[in-house]
């Protein structure tokens, strides 16, 4: 099936963000339409991010917004701005997040590592990071699981 598609094709992004696109079948007819169509271009596109810019839809207080449904608003002091971040503990792997397993070895000692989650066996899995007692990262490390 041939292809719609001109053979060039470039694409312009102006400041407010719009994306206009010239094709042509040949490099002579491109530097045609760009010499007789650049001004109309540059016209078209100022016209009409300025009537979108003109349609945005308006942004209303809280207040406003109560006015217009006829009812108020209150506050239960339950909704925070401030972003929850969670700190992020353990390793990746081309696998996916390792698990984070703390446990006791045969002979006695406590262990805490990472492990990956490709099936044991997996020609590709990779090895084990375990963590070295005494650092930072023994005193803060969380398990996912407990052996």
């Known amino acids: 099936m041939a292809s719609t598609e001109a053979p060039i094709s470039i694409t312009v992004k102006t400041t ?3 994306l206009v696109t010239v094709r042509a079948e040949h490099g002579d007819e ?37 006015a217009a ?15 929850v971040v969670q700190p992020f503990s353990g390793k990746n792997c081309p696998h996916g997040k390792m698990t984070a ?3 006791t070895g ?3 000692s406590t262990y805490r590592g990472y492990f990956c989650p490709a099936q044991k066996g997996a020609i590709d899995k990779c090895r084990n990071a375990y963590v070295k007692v ?3 990262d023994w005193n803060t490390f969380v398990a996912d699981q407990v052996k």
């Open 134 to 136: 005494g650092t930072p």
């Open 101 to 103: 397993i703390q446990g």
């Open 16 to 18: 407010a963000g719009s």
């Open 30 to 66: 491109l530097d045609q339409l760009v010499a007789t169509a650049l001004e109309a271009i540059k016209a078209a596109v100022t016209e009409l991010e300025s009537a979108i810019k003109a349609t945005a839809p308006a942004v209303m207080a809280p207040a406003q917004v109560a």
């Open 69 to 83: 449904l006829s009812t108020s608003i209150v506050d239960t002091g339950g909704w925070s701005s401030a972003p």
């Open 106 to 108: 045969k002979d006695g």
